[in-house]
C-alpha cells in the first residue's frame, strides 16, 4: 500500500472512518493513522471525531478507530 492508494480510495468514498480504512488496506489502526497524518499535514485530508456529533448517545462509541472520520479535501 502507498499514499496513493490511500488518496484514491478517499476521493472516491469521501468520508470514512479510521476502522473502514484500516480493514480495508489489512494494517492496524495506528499504522493507518501515521499514514493519514501526511495528508493531513498537506492540508487534503480532514479528521472528525463522529462522537462530537452524537454526545456519545448512539451507544457505538466504543470502538475508538470506528469513531475517527478522515475527509478527503480537493
Do not use: Q
Amino acid at each position: 500500500m502507498i499514499l496513493s492508494d490511500i488518496k484514491e480510495y478517499l476521493v472516491k468514498h469521501k468520508r470514512v472512518t479510521l476502522w473502514d480504512l484500516a480493514v480495508h488496506f489489512g494494517t492496524e489502526p495506528e499504522a493507518m493513522k501515521g499514514m493519514l497524518d501526511l495528508w493531513i499535514r498537506k492540508g487534503r485530508v480532514v479528521k472528525s471525531d463522529a462522537r462530537a456529533c452524537c454526545a456519545g448517545s448512539c451507544g457505538k462509541c466504543a470502538e475508538a478507530a470506528a469513531m475517527e472520520i478522515y475527509e478527503w479535501r480537493s
